[in-house]
């Protein structure tokens, strides 16, 4: 059997190991343009950071490593067309300039998402980065150490994580966000506590600017200023570029692929496309969430490993149905934990949902203890159901744990009254006698009951 | 209506606050032999440690709160008798010396669970101590701060915080445990583990026997050394003796209230006694494992809130099912985070399932996170059903949010195969790509399928 697998890094890297070991004499190739594989890109603000000095931690399995499993791996290599009839693909070899075809019996399009670029005038300038491939870390990170000021677009998770990066380098930084509030993921009040922790941590460095978007990069060769919106111009040493992403659809597409409504390729619960021997999976696919099988797409590194892995044994005959996702996401910035699963109260609204929500604050420890700190908790249920649809968490306390804790109860189904009588771990350096989650879903019973 | 509780640590305490928000012209009044209601027992190790200095932290509400909010407490009231025939109590005034007649039209049992004393030659000696009461915890603060050695006896969770409290206070302990490994409600294999992490951790004032037990405390006023089984002679300035706990039911018993096959009081669903208006929560009463219906007494602080306030519920005429519990309980060794949800493999056999299990070591975070740590983690399922059934989770990584996770899981009923398609969050920081809770379940489903 031979397998090609177009990208490499999270989902790509992942089928190809598995199908690997599933199917010993299988022929798997891997193909990319980049310079790199099997990566893990979730961990490059942390190597920006300066959390650890050597990039190569970041390669989870090295070319070498994957030839030696008898996987080949083709760098600088770009895919350029599939023939879905012929069962080829047009590859170009970017080193050499030569175009040529390679024959697959099952097909792994994993080509992952790529920065939106979006169109400001002088945007190619010198120093404006954005943050994908390997490449792109290594040059922010010696970049940021030679800088005193930088600018960010985009308070979403890149932006917020590479804002801590910059800040904690002691770089004056500023960040543009176009919504009302950065992480505007997160439901309004949500955000607007992060919002809060954030400009005051470090106000000496840390400038956020929200409701406005820049227009104008400023800078002969090397970009030295941006103009925003409402005229105001930031002085600069570099910019960084994190107004989302885009699945990369276009081969897929070309080929006759369908691409669902959120813009990413459409795939049944077995990773599988529109055409019986193309699989697809990772950031350039659409994904359901598991509690109410609408379509979404939700680029994250968690997925993508799971998806990598169930199109592997799906193409290699072990067929298993993916459940969907819950969207479950979690980052930091400094000490405060920001984690969320399932829908926020506003998108549920924007989807036809009939939600009810409760928000408490309360200590993640028994008060006495010297180390307690604060966690917000929004729990979002359905009216009609009682059913727990998402949650929201953040605070300097240990947020992610109930959120976590909420994300096996709404994949199960469990409704509000079920959750209240959940049974959470307690000790005092831990947890309260009553956790906040149980506290939170109290509540929530008592507002259905009205 | 008049509700009288006997007993106001945690359960009865939390019955008492929760009646007279719902019923506010209620009478309430609380019965305790004690000198403190509603306090952090589980916090008192913290206390005793230094985590902070003064044991008023630990008061949740004091006598003074409890008669503005119009509750009665009536503190060194021991209660003799109950007469459910005559809706009475049988209380003597230990202060005045005095017996008198108290009526109710509910009655809350709380009497909580005391120490096991052994019997054990000369236990009477001063300077050995058991912990319950808010006295014993600052007795035990006191001396141990004058002490160099000391003796515990039993490795459960008490010994094990105590152990902890005097360790880090430079005291020499020994701590000597029946069983072949601290820790014994856990596996063999987790209880090893942690054994080799509390032998290690600080040697020269650390010493851990197992499989021996103490025959005789020597002394003439004061305790001055133990002698176990196997004739060793350990010499010491105080012995906490943890030897487990029981509940306290013996005029519960007397008044013809049934008592469980565990030795605790039986209630149904809704904390009622076989007496109508005879309500029992807390430490005392016999509960059911959430997942199987089958009885069990597991005395645990969150176990006890909930109770109080479920009993408050339904003696208030406001019918709420308690769905029973998991067992899910935490505790820590300095850095190491012991935790558990469910069923142990060995108390699955021994109550006649056929259980299938996995044990994996991970680390909690991404590897090139400087903080990552280990966690190991072992899950137990049923063979029939596939549903997971418990785990065990220890480590010096982030252990207790893997067990929540699952424990929410449990409750829901959920099989391996669906909780191999949980959606962890993900950020390096936090996770691996794969959570380890994730690697566990899916070899489980790989078990599942032989």
């Known amino acids: 059997m031979k397998i090609v697998i177009i990208g490499g890094v999270a989902a790509g890297a992942k089928a190809a190991a598995k199908s690997k070991r599933l199917v010993p004499d299988s022929k798997i190739d891997i193909y990319t343009q980049d310079s790199h594989v099997s990566y893990s890109a ?29 996987i080949d791996v083709h760098l600088y290599h770009r895919v350029e067309k599939i023939l879905p009839d012929l069962n080829k693909i047009v590859v170009r070899d970017l080193d050499k300039d030569i175009v040529f075809e390679v024959e697959y019996d099952k097909l792994v399009i994993a080509t992952g998402a790529v920065p939106v670029r979006p169109n400001i005038k002088n945007i190619d300038l010198k120093n404006i980065f954005t943050l994908r491939r390997l490449e792109d870390g290594i040059a922010i990170r010696e970049k940021l150490r030679k800088s005193k000021r930088a ?61 406005d978007e820049v227009t104008e990069f400023i800078g002969e060769d090397e970009v030295n200023a941006v103009k925003t919106k409402n005229s105001k111009i930031i002085e600069t040493d570099m910019v960084l570029v994190a107004a989302g992403v885009r699945p990369v659809v276009d081969i897929a597409k070309e080929a006759g692929i369908v691409i669902g409504k959120t813009g990413a390729i459409k795939v049944n619960s077995r990773m599988q496309t529109n055409i019986e021997n193309i699989f697809a999976c990772g950031d350039c696919i659409e994904n359901v969430y598991a509690m109410t099988g609408a379509a979404v797409w939700i680029p994250l590194g968690s997925n993508a490993n799971k998806e990598g892995r169930s199109a592997a044994m799906n193409l290699c005959g072990f067929p298993e149905d993916f459940e969907g996702i819950l969207g479950s996401a979690v980052t930091k910035y400094f000490g405060l934990t920001i984690s969320m699963t399932g829908y926020t109260e506003k998108y549920a609204k924007q989807n036809g949902y009939d939600p ?50 909420l994300s096996a109860a709404i994949l199960a189904g469990i409704t509000a009254e079920e959750l209240a009588g959940a049974d959470i771990t307690y000790a005092p350096p831990f947890s309260t006698s009553i956790d906040p989650l149980i506290s939170a879903a109290r509540i929530l019973v008592e507002k259905l009951k009205k």
């Open 151 to 211: 600018v960010i677009l985009g308070g979403g998770y890149i932006g917020l994580e590479l804002l801590e990066a910059f800040v904690a380098n002691k770089v004056h930084t500023t960040l543009i966000e176009r919504s009302q509030h950065i992480m505007s993921i997160l439901d309004e009040e949500i955000g607007e506590l992060v919002q809060d922790f954030v400009s005051t941590l470090y106000p000496e460095r840390t400038k956020i600017i929200t409701n």
């Open 356 to 405: 009810v929500t409760v928000m408490i604050t309360k200590r993640d420890k028994a008060g006495y203890m010297p180390d307690a700190e604060n966690v917000t908790l929004k729990l979002v249920a359905s009216r009609r159901t009682h059913q727990l649809m998402g949650g929201q968490a953040i605070g300097c306390g240990d947020a992610d744990k109930r959120i976590n804790t």
């Open 42 to 70: 979730c961990g490059m603000p942390y190597y920006i950071q300066g959390n650890f000095e050597d990039y190569h931690n970041l390669i989870i399995r090295t070319p070498e490593r994957f030839e030696k499993d008898g």
